[in-house]
């Protein structure tokens, strides 16, 4: 008769419905973990292939690369941390800033510094390149937001009406700023809504004149958030507004004057930062938000509902999708300096097989181009093509392999040895069903009876295993009852089990006596 191996016990477990949105974001798996030298403040991709990413930390702006997400190039120029970067929508400039109150510009390719922007006077925490590609836009912590054009390297515009520091920006298409504050409110900003009367001569930090600059100090609309204010994002043209502050997200309607639409309170700290994510293998619109409890969660934006989650192992403090349709990544920057990098698993680039079919081809004369086709496997098989199946040598669990020897003593050994409760319970079963539990405990001494022992301590009690350990517990003091007494690791373990047990039967006495009172209470009412 051949033997057949140990059927491990099924346990019931709670059910988990999965959604399509889940499955697709399931997908996503962590293939690259990078350390960076402080926390990672800003993540910001590029809107060309291939889609690089900025990542900001301590005193430099590391460039990845958007396919193998490894770092390609770095920009070191700070002298003090950096808070933010950007891409221009070409790609081919970056903008960047942090504890100093000045926005540098830096060409993409060659790194070297362009344009410095003066005129903040306290540090830069958010950066924009607006529409044209030839203006930025920057919130500082001296409650101003300023327009700077890139050809002339002057400030244009200077948006005043913020009584608290400016932490995050976003625009539109048609060129509208959107800024939050620490305090409480997110103000739009038209800067064609500029008057000539409003114009003043300032003069910067250093003393120096400055041409001519039009002061805005009525915004376009404003928002009461209801807490400081750590990111807004435009979703859509423009129609919708979302604000993240505190352990809240609100989504606005912007056409309708400003009405709430929802309000997401999923979160168990702080939310500190959004992203936007809409690809062609998952066609529905979906809102990334980090926080501070580690958890990154997708919201569906047309229910307003929680369809997937990501737990990381420090509080995230920046997140940023790839716009890439084909491979898509998400990267997440993280309070301990971690670049925590997900990819979709089953894509294009996956599937590639080296025959010549996609866009990764391989150079000739490498090993790749050697070992193209051995990996292809044909969609269909032809009606008359034979198909070879290799036969595989079963392969044995080491308790397995004992068990069927008749080893049992050793066997039980092996389970435990495994670590996995659920093998030692199954174990036990099949030892029980061949009327081998006592020649497996038998015959063993103090050091081998610990792990026994000890396993009953800790599992005894879990009602998924009680009905099976319970037998085992009296099959171990029969046999070993009369020698109790001969070692001290063994009267330890069997006084620890003893207590165990005694403080579960108390439990379950005050648990009897809460289901005696219900039994009167609902014979009283029944009565009635």
């Known amino acids: 008769m051949e033997f057949t191996k140990t059927p491990l016990r099924r346990f019931p477990r709670n059910p988990i419905r999965k959604t399509t949105e889940s499955r697709h974001w399931d997908k996503f798996k962590a293939v690259k973990t990078e350390k960076e030298v402080g926390r990672v403040s800003c993540i910001s991709f590029s809107h060309t292939k291939p889609y690089d990413f900025l990542v900001a930390s301590s005193t430099r702006v590391r460039i990845y690369n958007g396919r193998t997400c490894t770092p390609a190039r770095t920009i070191s120029r700070f002298k003090d941390v950096v808070h933010t970067a950007a891409f221009r929508n070409d790609g081919a400039l970056i903008a960047a800033s942090g504890d100093w109150p000045v926005v540098k510009v830096f060409e993409t390719k060659s790194k070297g510094l362009l344009r410095e922007f003066k005129g903040h006077r306290n540090p830069v925490h958010a950066l924009r390149f607006l529409p044209g590609d030839t203006k930025i836009v920057s919130g500082s912590d001296d409650m101003t937001c300023r327009l700077w054009d890139i050809p002339s390297q002057e400030e244009i515009v200077r948006f005043e009406g913020h009584e608290d520091y400016v932490r995050c920006l976003t625009t539109s298409t048609t060129g509208l700023i959107v800024s939050g504050s620490y305090d409480h409110t997110v103000k739009a900003w038209d800067p064609r809504l500029k008057q000539s009367n409003n114009k003043t001569k300032d003069k910067s930090f250093e003393g120096r004149s400055t041409p001519s600059i039009s002061k ?35 989504i606005w309607d912007i056409v309708a004057g400003g009405r709430l639409l929802a309000t997401l309170s999923s979160q168990q700290k702080s939310v500190t930062c959004l992203a936007h994510s809409r690809s062609k293998h998952h066609n529905e619109p979906t809102l990334i938000a980090g926080s501070l409890d580690g958890q990154v969660r997708f919201y569906n934006l047309e229910t307003f509902t929680v369809c997937h989650s990501m737990k990381l192992e420090s509080p995230v403090l920046s997140v940023g999708v790839s716009p890439d349709q084909d491979y898509p990544v998400i990267a997440c920057g993280l309070l301990d300096g971690t670049v925590a990098v997900r990819k979709m698993i089953g894509t294009t680039e996956s599937k590639t097989d080296g025959v010549g079919f996609g866009s990764n081809l391989p150079r000739p004369g490498s090993k790749r181009y050697f070992m193209r086709g051995m990996t292809y496997k044909p969609e269909s098989m032809a009606p008359n093509t034979l198909h070879v199946l290799n036969k595989r040598k079963k392969r044995f669990k080491p308790w397995d392999i004992h068990l069927r020897k008749f080893q049992y003593n050793r066997a039980m050994d092996a389970a435990i040895d495994s670590r996995n409760p659920v093998v030692l319970i199954s174990l036990i079963d099949t030892l029980m069903l061949h009327d081998a539990l006592r020649v497996a405990l038998s015959g063993r001494d103090d050091t081998e009876l610990v792990p026994i022992l000890s396993f009953l301590v800790k599992h005894i009690i879990n009602p998924l295993y009680s009905d099976t350990l319970t037998v085992v517990a009296n099959v171990l003091i029969d046999l070993y009852g009369d020698v109790c007494r001969q070692s001290t690791l063994v009267d330890d373990m069997m006084v620890k089990l003893r207590d165990v047990v005694s403080e579960e039967i108390k439990i379950q006495e005050s648990m009897f006596k809460v289901l005696g009172n219900m039994h009167l209470l609902t014979a009283y009412t029944s009565d009635e």
């Open 216 to 250: 805005i100090k009525n915004s376009a609309f404003s928002i009461n958030h209801g807490a400081p204010v750590e990111d807004v994002l435009m979703l859509g043209n423009g129609s919708m507004l979302v604000t993240a502050g505190d352990r809240h997200i609100k």
